[in-house]
């Protein structure tokens, strides 16, 4: 418990036209912990994950973050993801006309550039894509595509892990990476995010089933409700939730 | 600078010191038609958005424009296109030494005006002019006035073309400002095929008004794949009427790359005139500094059974115009037609202006039809997933944009046709902030 903490929000309020989504939420994330927040629809747990990546249909009107020890919102989105954070979209953009490669290759190089990496030449960098591609069960010809278009649900759900796997995150925001999917696609997904864990990285898991902790058994859970978190605990808190619902909570 | 009518009278006194083929019948009609015609101004509703000021401020019509080339020059922008049959013509002049089409020619399927046989001679009397109506064309009908030569390409029934026909029209610096004439009749009988690549270009700066057309004839189950590349350097002017008459259950599909110029203007007329026919039109139009691009698109669903889809790109910047205009008619009888027209545009400048004016007719009451315009900056959602990966602002809209125009490019139906149509993408977002380094991302 002594490690400094990667994350650190303090009773953050954020908007969206005026109406209050996030009342006051505090939460510390330490390096390779795994923070599930779950919640009814609507209890601002997708809006937590979007205000940290700098998502700007949000306004953060009161609290603080502080990412590795600076300030999070004196950062542009990008500054943040080279800083090493990562959103997973619930719904990835479909972004025709852009090969996911080139898409790719664009992201890695701004990040590796940041972090003070070579940028990777193409041939090498089409080799670790394809490595990656294959464990996530996605066939080679998916980076020839157009941005996410096309793709199923569970394709686009990989393509963001696949995205992750790549650029190697400290801090992973995994907003309902397990909506729309199915049992064995879930599985998948699931696989690819466990292979990237380790003690210096953490994850916030955002989902409304407890399903997903099956597979992604997360260190601590925070149920948030009307823009706070009302109750925390360990991992029993998720199945507890699953036996007797959020009214319970509530 | 002249008046409209000092300009007629130009292109009047231009005949006296031109010969047309004497079997052909068209230029006399033609020539009278003219006479009767005044010269667009910006008060003619299909003119409203593109003054004719470049000829009005060039002589063009003074002086004929001669075919000379460098050939090593012209051979190496026109580019390799793999196994192809080629014609070039060098401001509007065709040029044997960099054609090579004798398998097609020696079918009868290509053939020069110049060179047809009674036949043939008698198919073009036939067809040639009948797939528009000369007052509403009047650079057609300017362009049928004085007929020096042409290009017949007749596919004969039930024939496939299985070589595709690449046409490059090349324009280049003359000694004075010069008009560039050309023409190409295509008869595709029943249940044939061909796929036909059209690249205008030029070898640098010009200073030639290209005059272009192209008459289609497609008959019941005829099918044709067009592929149009005008990437031209920003100083040409160039008037293109394309008309396309398809019978019962024949088949259209065009896919188009056009920058803007001096002056770009783009006649597609398509007439359907059987059931069951198809025709669709891809298009994505550039515009930057000062250029202009008018494209005006007309669709007579004059059959039942009919469906067109229409998709149309434009990318405006700087302080250059654009205007796109498409036109669905659906006549009395014309039921169960299916029609869509899109027109999608990205304006990325305050000082850029675009016109677009989709329209649709409808006068038959079971059909299905759709159209629709937007003008719009970049995706706010898009950018912010590219920024969510480390990807600067400014690099994410330059990819948003070189992927709105490259979703359209990747459409083509010839790989060599994509690779060269992005090395000239690659030259015109040369000077186009933030595009420049970009577009050879691969």
């Known amino acids: 418990m002594s490690a400094t903490p990667l994350l650190e929000v303090k009773d953050l309020v954020a908007e969206v036209d005026g109406k209050t989504i996030l009342d006051g939420i505090s939460l510390t994330v330490k390096p390779g912990e795994v923070h599930a927040i779950m919640g009814p629809n609507g209890s601002g747990k997708s809006t937590l994950a979007n205000v940290l990546a700098g998502r700007d249909d949000y306004q953060v009107v009161g609290g603080s973050v502080t990412f590795k020890g600076n300030d999070l919102f004196e950062l542009e989105p990008e500054e943040r993801a080279r800083e090493g954070i990562f959103l997973a979209f619930q719904y990835p953009v479909e972004i025709p006309g852009v090969s996911n490669m080139q898409f790719l290759k664009a992201s890695v190089d701004a990040v590796r550039k940041h972090r003070g990496q070579d940028e990777l030449d193409a041939p090498a960098f ?36 696949l995205q992750m796997a790549l650029l190697e995150p400290s801090l992973a925001l995994l907003d309902e990476t397990d909506s729309g999917l199915d049992i064995d696609a879930l599985q998948v997904a699931a696989e690819g995010v466990n292979a990237l864990r380790n003690e210096a990285r953490s994850f916030i898991v955002v989902t409304h089933y407890q399903r997903l902790l099956n597979y992604i058994v997360p260190d601590y859970v925070h149920v948030l409700a009307g823009g706070k978190i009302v109750k925390s605990g360990g991992r029993e808190l998720a199945l507890e939730l699953e036996e007797k619902g959020y009214s319970w909570i509530q | 600078m002249i008046t409209p009518n000092e300009l007629k009278q130009q292109a009047q006194n231009s005949w006296q010191h031109q010969s047309s083929l004497d079997w052909l019948s068209l230029p006399a009609k033609a020539r009278a038609t003219f006479a009767g015609l005044d010269i667009p101004t910006r008060k003619t509703e299909a003119w409203k958005y593109t003054p004719l000021t470049p000829l009005l401020n060039n002589a063009y019509l003074a002086n004929q424009a001669a075919g000379d080339v460098d050939a090593g020059a012209a051979e190496t922008r026109i580019g390799p296109l793999g196994d192809v049959s080629r014609l070039v013509f060098i401001n509007g002049h065709f040029t044997p030494g960099l054609s090579r089409f004798s398998d097609l020619e020696n079918q009868g399927i290509i053939t020069l005006f110049s060179n047809a046989n009674d036949t043939q001679r008698d198919l073009i009397n036939a ?54 004439q050309s023409r190409v009749l295509v008869c595709a009988e029943a249940g044939s095929s061909l796929e036909l690549i059209e690249q205008f270009d030029s070898l640098g700066a010009t200073n030639v008004f290209h005059n272009h057309m192209m008459e289609v004839s497609l008959h019941p189950n005829a099918r044709m794949v067009h592929t149009r590349l005008q990437v031209e350097h920003e100083s040409l002017t160039h008037i293109n009427g394309l008309h396309i008459k398809l019978a019962q259950g024949s088949h259209y599909e065009q896919h188009a790359l056009a920058f803007g110029s001096a002056l770009k203007r783009n006649d597609i007329n398509v007439s359907f005139n059987g059931n069951n026919a198809y025709c669709r039109l891809n298009g994505v139009f550039l515009s930057k500094h000062k250029q202009h691009i008018d494209n005006h698109l007309n669709l007579e669903h004059a059959a039942p059974h009919c469906n067109s889809d229409t998709e149309y790109k434009g990318f405006i910047t700087d302080s250059s115009r654009a205007v796109f205009n498409g036109r669905i008619h659906i006549h009395q009888h014309a039921q169960k037609t299916a029609a869509h027209l899109n027109s999608k545009n990205l304006l990325l400048s305050k000082q850029a202006e675009l016109d677009t004016k989709p329209e649709l007719e409808i006068y038959a009451d079971d059909v299905k039809c759709s159209h629709g315009a937007s003008i719009g900056k970049l995706d706010d959602k898009s950018l912010f997933y590219f920024q969510s990966r480390g990807i600067d602002r400014a690099t994410a809209e330059a990819m948003l944009c070189l992927g709105f125009v490259n979703e359209m490019v990747e459409q083509f139906p010839n790989g060599a046709v994509i690779e060269l149509a992005r090395q000239r993408l690659a030259e015109f977002f040369n000077d186009v902030d933030k595009l420049n380094n970009l577009w050879s991302l691969e």
């Open chain 1, 126 to 161: 089409m080799k670790l894509a394809r490595e990656h591609c294959k464990e996530l069960k996605l066939k080679p010809e998916f980076l020839k595509r157009g941005v996410n278009e096309g793709f199923s649900g569970g394709e686009k759900k990989r393509n963001e892990i």
């Open chain 2, 127 to 180: 067809e040639l002019g009948t797939g528009f109506e000369p007052k509403e064309h009047i650079f057609a009908t300017l362009n049928y006035s004085s007929v020096a030569d042409g290009l017949l390409i007749h596919a004969p029934a039930d024939f496939k073309v299985q070589q595709a026909i690449q046409l490059v029209y090349l324009s280049t610096a003359e000694a004075d400002t010069s008009l560039a």
